[in-house]
């Protein structure tokens, strides 16, 4: 069992940055592939981007590339979200994520845990 705590979240100006954090126990951001989510009201759970522990490897979504960015700290045992140029339709709860498996990584469905998720306001 993989227990993932994200925090960092809040209010922020269009235009801001703010840094996310996911805290991991066990051994989840050395082994495991993390990735980011999130999910508006009313709509469907977004991929963002994630990091594949075996090779180092990062994807991103379309949506975010080059301003959101992921790394992770395993000495901290923790996946950062670190997202800049905010815009008002990144108002969202965001979720760390984590995953056993090596492929189709930006489903949803390929991740196994999900921490409780931390909400994101941007306004304008």
């Known amino acids: 069992q993989v227990h993932l705590v994200e925090s960092g979240g809040g209010l922020v100006l269009a235009g801001g940055s703010l840094r996310l954090s996911c805290a991991a126990s066990e051994r989840a951001v050395s082994t495991y592939t993390m990735a980011w989510f999130r999910q508006a009201p009313g709509k469907e759970r977004e991929f963002l981007t994630f990091s594949r522990a075996s090779d180092g490897y990062t994807y991103s979504a379309a949506s975010v590339s080059g301003r959101f960015t992921i790394f992770r700290d395993i000495t901290e045992r923790t996946v950062y979200l670190q997202m800049t140029s905010l815009k008002p339709e990144d108002t969202a709860v965001y979720y760390c994520?984590?995953?056993?498996?090596?492929?189709?990584?930006?489903?949803?469905?390929?991740?196994?845990?999900w921490g409780q998720g931390t909400q994101v306001t941007v306004s304008s």
């Open positions: 994520a984590a995953s056993f498996k090596t492929s189709a990584l930006n489903t949803a469905s390929q991740y196994d845990f």
